[in-house]
């Protein structure tokens, strides 16, 4: 007897953690409920290093499709205009173990990515990719009806309802109320609904835990341009603002931007007036603005129901860690699902477990930008390089200032890490954060 699971909504994470799903859990119906009324937060993306290998040989998304439907960008890495360098990288390609020393012409956190400010790479992914590690630059909205048509082809099931409300009992849900009336069943539910969070927050009382002690902003004014005569960036600028920072996202006919801040510091006004100052080709009536709290469930799988995506948990898309995230949750939970996470408790738990410490992982490698970032010394930039605790990250600091790098210690990069030893030295030396009787350049 095959297993009925339901996915609750539709955008990036619903659509993932299904198709995962029906490819991976054997002997599994995937149905996937959403309502095209109700919209998706629609804004470029970034991806990580990991998550093009997991679009196409978990999900099975055949490369030369994807890349003329979605029409992806490449992207190399990021650049941070943060601390005293004019800027530094974050390449996804090059390694701190084979670099870790700084040559005469090359410093202390460079990396190659200038090397691909030549006009050599395509306008879009097409080929073979110009480096060993790689992300994407993608817009939401071919995307998401990308993994629509790819789970439908697979035999998965598409739902256009809203659902009206919750019906839960001991065993947690025991059906979701369609706003047609009608009641939909499942053996295990996925709630990808978002902020909302309908089935794990409203229907089985869930509360978030709140990560604002570490990260303090919780708005995002989002805008951009069609692209005119600028040349494709092939990775993704983070600048240093008054009251937080701002991306680009480059796509191959618009540029993506996006302020990120505290509405402690600063009103949405003076941070779209911000965002428009330092660029002046936005039209200032196209901005939207995302409220945000950084936060995560205290349990992502409760009962029957796991959830996934920002209905699990959200952080300021610094380094573009949500995609990877939805694709790390999704297959973690196929293979407790396999395992008989169904009817185990012990699974579920050992998945909450995992998942927690991903968020406190994510949560300390983020506040790391915040605690030595002085490039600017408005009101929020010294509070936050004043208060950003490093949680997990105090001790690893603390040998860091006191012996300089090294690329093996059990402070940082521990098993799990998305960001590793060499994402740790990335930021500090990036940041040209000193160490006792050492130098940097």
């Given amino acids: 007897m095959k297993r009925e699971i339901t996915v609750v909504g539709g955008g990036t994470a619903g659509l993932i953690a299904a198709i995962t799903l029906l490819r991976t859990c054997p002997g599994t119906d995937v149905t996937v409920i959403r309502s095209t009324a109700l919209g998706n937060i629609m804004v470029g993306e970034g991806t990580f290093a990991d998550t093009p290998n997991y679009l196409h040989d978990v999900l099975g998304i055949p490369r030369e499709d994807f890349y003329a439907k979605v029409n992806p960008i490449w992207k190399l890495g990021v650049r941070l205009k943060w601390g005293p ?87 947690g849900v025991e059906s979701l109320v369609l706003e047609s009336g009608e009641r939909h069943t499942a053996d295990f539910y996925v709630d990808a609904s978002g902020f909302r969070a309908e089935l794990i927050g409203k229907g089985l009382g869930e509360p978030f835990v709140s990560m604002r002690d570490h990260l303090f902003c919780d708005r995002a004014v989002v805008g951009g341009w069609s692209r005119e005569d600028e040349s494709i960036q092939p990775y993704t600028t983070m600048d240093t603002m008054d009251a937080g920072w701002s991306w680009r996202i480059d796509h191959e006919h618009a540029i993506n931007r996006g302020y990120v801040h505290s509405s402690a510091h600063i009103s949405v006004d003076q941070a779209a007036d911000e965002l428009v100052r330092k660029n002046p080709k936005i039209n200032p009536d196209t901005l939207r603005v995302v409220p945000f ?95 950003t605790p490093l949680g997990g990250l105090e001790e690893y600091v603390k040998v860091y200032q006191e012996t300089g790098p090294a690329l093996f210690t059990d402070a940082a990069g521990k098993p799990g890490s998305m960001f590793g030893y060499d994402g740790h030295l990335a930021l500090l030396l990036g940041l040209r954060v000193p160490w006792k009787d050492g130098g940097i350049r």
């Fill in 85 to 171: 360098r004019p800027y530094f990288d974050y390449p996804f390609n090059e390694q701190f173990d084979n670099q870790i020393l700084p040559s005469q012409q090359k410093p202390w956190g460079y990396y190659h990515l200038d090397d691909y400010e030549d006009g050599s790479l395509p306008a879009a992914v097409k080929g073979v990719a110009p480096a060993k590690s790689y992300g994407y630059h993608i817009e939401n909205q071919p995307f998401v009806e990308y993994l629509e048509q790819h789970f439908a082809g697979l035999g998965g099931k598409l739902v256009d309802a809203k659902v009206q409300s919750v019906e839960v009992g001991e065993a």
């Fill in 293 to 387: 709290e950084a936060r995560h469930i205290r349990r992502p799988w409760v009962k029957n129901v796991a959830a996934i995506g920002n209905a699990c948990g959200f952080v300021e898309p610094l380094e573009a860690t949500n995609i990877q995230v939805i694709c790390s949750h999704s297959q973690r939970l196929a293979q407790a699902i396999n395992a008989g996470g169904l009817t185990n408790p012990d699974l579920a738990q050992d998945y909450n477990d995992a998942v927690q410490l991903q968020w406190d992982d994510i949560r300390d490698f983020l506040a790391l930008h915040y605690r030595f970032n002085n490039r600017l010394k408005t009101e929020f930039w010294e509070m936050a390089v004043r208060d």
